[in-house]
């Protein structure tokens, strides 16, 4: 088993940012990606940005190229998304995801095997 420990949301305005981790604990060692994915209200959940954990390459929505930054600390098991120039659309509650499967495409919730509790982020006009 596995257990996602999400921290770091909250309420900031926009142009502000947030610093989120996921922490990772129990069968870690055969990671192959992680990812965070958000949910706003009435809204299908969406991938924000994806890692592979070996390998270190990253996929990010376009909605948030060039503001958010995913990365990860091995030796932690830990993984970050560091969210600059916040808008409100980026409102939503943000889970952070781990897959087992190799060669899975990682941009799909369906791929990923154990999910965070989620964090709310709220932007404010």
């Known amino acids: 088993q596995v257990a996602l420990v999400e921290s770091g949301g909250g309420l900031v305005q926009a142009g502000g940012s947030l610093r989120l981790s996921c922490a990772a604990s129990?069968?870690?060692?055969?990671?192959?990606?992680m990812a965070w994915f958000r949910q706003a209200p009435g809204k299908e959940r969406e991938v924000v940005a994806a890692?592979?954990?070996?390998?270190?390459?990253?996929y990010y929505a376009d909605s948030v190229k060039g503001r958010f930054t995913i990365s990860r600390d091995n030796a932690k098991n830990t993984v970050y998304l560091q969210m600059n120039s916040l808008k409100p659309e980026d409102t939503a509650v943000y889970y952070c995801?781990?897959?087992?499967?190799?060669?899975?495409?990682?941009?799909?919730?369906?791929?990923?095997?154990?999910w965070g509790q989620g964090t709310q982020v709220t932007v404010s006009s």
């Open positions: 995801a781990a897959s087992y499967g190799n060669n899975r495409e990682i941009i799909s919730a369906l791929n990923y095997d154990y």
């Open positions: 129990g069968r870690t060692f055969s990671m192959y990606a």
């Open positions: 890692i592979i954990w070996s390998g270190g390459s990253t």
